[in-house]
């Protein structure tokens, strides 16, 4: 898939003020500062799309950029560690998996897990969450140029082994890095691929 135009379309915390569910659409999520900005930037080759911060948590809105006038591509709240009160976390959270349980057009969810880290908890226990709630996902490894290829499939190993008890079968697995550009090809297949078969619903 060849990138052509990559355009913010609107920010919100209101489910009612999202844009209407007429074209296939896929969900950016992680842990708090796992490069979630950076390899979104990466993926549609426009820098500074989605704002990125050495702050954990910076992200607190629901983010719809259109993608190719065709596809939207959606910045979600990292979960996890975030500089601000236990409410706010609260709120975004409650938000958050009305947004991923009830969008009718979402395709796919792309969580995100820091290839450096051994399986964390939290990262555990949404994988869990999204299962239970049939919501279609993979599992997207950051940074893999920060260390070597042998240690990131190391960890991608003991996580897929930490999910196996969970999945009937684990969910397809991607290694990426915003820094050399690594998975981004192979992403924006599955993207294209999923666009392919999508039936645009009637929006009355």
Known sequence: ???????????????????PP???????I????????SLINMLVQK???????????KTQLINHFLINEDWQLVDLPGYGYAKTSRSNRHDWEKFIRYYLRNRENLQCVFTLIDSRLEPQKIDI??????????????????????QSRTKSDQNMAKFKK???PIFEEVPQQFITSAE?????????????DINQRFEKLDIK
Not at 30 to 37: D, F, I, L
Not at 50 to 55: G, L, V, W
Not at 125 to 146: H, Q, R, S, Y
Request: aromatic share 10%; glycine share 8%; hydrophobic share 35%.
């Open 162 to 164: 930490a999910l196996t």
């Open 125 to 146: 226990e949404f994988c869990t969450w999204l299962g239970e709630n049939g919501i279609p996902f993979v599992l997207v490894f950051t940074k893999a140029d920060k």
């Open 1 to 19: 898939m060849i990138i052509k135009s990559a355009e913010f379309q609107v920010s919100n915390t209101r489910t009612d003020k999202l844009p």
């Open 180 to 192: 050399t550009q690594e998975g981004r090809d192979e992403l924006l297949s599955f993207i294209h």
């Open 30 to 37: 992680g842990r708090s500062n796992v490069g979630k900005s």
């Open 47 to 57: 820098k500074g799309l989605a704002k990125t911060s050495q702050t954990p948590g």
């Open 22 to 28: 007429v074209l296939p659409e896929y969900a950016f």
